[in-house]
């Protein structure tokens, strides 16, 4: 019996997907950091630049981290795209977002040092022009606002949606949920922002989670283009009931006969 394993021969993988880059993500991160995980931060270039902030309808002010703040925070993790200025995109013409998107995309690599991959939408609104503007500038995915509320992985890597988003009271449920389930290449991504846990009050709640993820042996941290490249790579492998063919640039792992077994780029096991 063959059965698809993620790197190092994990059965699941968690991620956290938050956006706008603000002031408690310095928080957020170093809570990360604490438990080895991993989270993946999108970003607007152009409200870093201007420290850009606001009043929340309780009152508190959220603000945008500064580009001097943000660049050594993210070490270690994924930085994507949110578009440049965070606009509401129903009323954008194709050459407006084409600008958010690129420009956003462009202005980060530079910052960063890094090739930008990922892009997450801002509010809710979604369209097949934005996808394609979305493709027409090299971005790899697309993670929209709505959630799967599965531990299934995503088929269309620009429709990619979180498992969930805070904030959702306890996530004690889901969470034995996941910790028991046996489906294949099981993912939980939880989805949000960090000024909510401020807001919700939910900074030992999301404590709570990261040890109970980080206490389990069979569950790897990774980032989105992370999980998503490597998924991508798992479909490009031929598996039949002798013989497991990894046609990518990267190793895949399985379980073959009960062992977890590495499977190098192009590389054909023949069992």
């Known amino acids: 019996m063959i059965r698809k394993l993620y790197p ?10 938050f956006d706008d880059g603000v002031l408690q993500d310095v928080r957020f991160v170093n809570l990360l950091n604490k438990y080895n995980l ?9 409200l870093m630049e201007s ?3 606001w009043t929340h309808k309780n009152g508190s002010v959220v603000k945008r981290l500064s580009k001097d703040k943000a660049v050594p925070l993210y070490q270690g993790h994924e930085v994507a795209s949110h578009t440049l200025t965070h606009p509401y995109m129903d009323n954008l013409s194709e050459a407006e977002i084409l600008y958010e998107l690129q420009t956003d995309k462009d202005k980060l690599e530079r910052l960063f040092g890094r090739t930008i991959k990922g892009f997450a939408v801002p509010f809710h609104y979604y369209s097949e022009l934005i996808e394609n503007c979305v493709k027409k500038c090299g971005f790899t995915y697309a993670r929209i606002s709505e959630e799967s509320r599965s531990f299934t992985p995503q088929k269309d890597c620009f ?7 805070h904030p959702h009271g306890s996530f004690d449920d889901i969470i034995q949920r996941f910790i028991k389930t046996d489906e294949e290449l099981a993912l939980l991504q939880v989805g949000g922002h960090s000024y909510d846990l401020d807001v919700e009050n939910m900074w030992d709640i999301f404590e709570s989670l990261f040890i109970k993820i980080s206490s389990q042996n069979d ?3 990774m980032t989105t283009i992370e999980i998503v490249e490597y998924l991508q790579a798992m479909d490009k492998a031929e598996i039949t009931e002798n013989r497991v063919k990894n046609n ?8 073959i006969d009960g062992l977890a077994r590495e499977v190098k780029p192009k590389e054909t096991v023949i069992l």
Not at 8 to 17: A, D, I, Q, S
């Open 38 to 46: 991993k989270g993946t931060f999108n970003l607007n270039f152009g």
């Open 159 to 165: 429709k990619w949606k979180a498992t969930l988003f």
């Open 8 to 17: 190092g021969g994990k059965k699941k993988v968690f991620n956290v997907t």
């Open 219 to 221: 569950i790897l941290p």
């Open 51 to 53: 420290e850009y902030e």
């Open 248 to 255: 990518s640039d990267i190793s895949l792992w399985f379980l």
